[in-house]
């Protein structure tokens, strides 16, 4: 059993950055895929970026290359590191764990582990 704990979130100018972390407070990341998705109220969440247990990363178009998705050597944290932000990432960000195959990468329902979400909100 894994529980998530993100951290990070808050307010910040259009073209900031900011860093997201999410903790293993119980387990760890070990051989599993760590993720994060965003979901605005009253829509789907949206695919952002994985770590997969082989160290693959794969993006959200929305995001690539002003995102960067990391661990850390002792996996029990994983991070999102957001530059260049704009105010369209305004959202609820949420870190997700687990075994996911390739084809289901950006399928929320393929992770068995979440976070509580922290909200993130760009102002002008």
């Known amino acids: 059993q894994v529980q998530l704990v993100e951290s990070g979130g808050g307010l910040v100018q259009t073209g900031g950055s900011l860093r997201l972390s999410c903790e293993a407070s119980?387990?760890?990341?070990?051989?599993?895929?760590v993720a994060w998705f965003r979901q605005l109220p009253g829509m789907e969440r949206e695919f952002v970026a994985q770590?997969?247990?082989?160290?693959?990363?794969y993006y959200g178009d929305s995001v690539k290359g002003r995102f960067t998705i990391s661990r850390d050597s002792a996996q029990k944290t994983m991070y999102l590191q957001m530059n260049s932000l704009k105010p369209e990432d305004t959202a609820v960000y949420y870190c997700?764990?687990?075994?996911?195959?390739?084809?289901?990468?950006?399928?929320?329902?393929?992770?068995?582990?979440w976070g509580q979400g922290t909200q993130v909100t760009l102002s002008d």
């Open positions: 997700a764990a687990g075994v996911v195959i390739l084809s289901r990468t950006r399928d929320e329902s393929a992770y068995t582990y």
């Open positions: 119980q387990g760890t990341f070990s051989r599993k895929d």
């Open positions: 770590r997969r247990r082989d160290g693959h990363l």
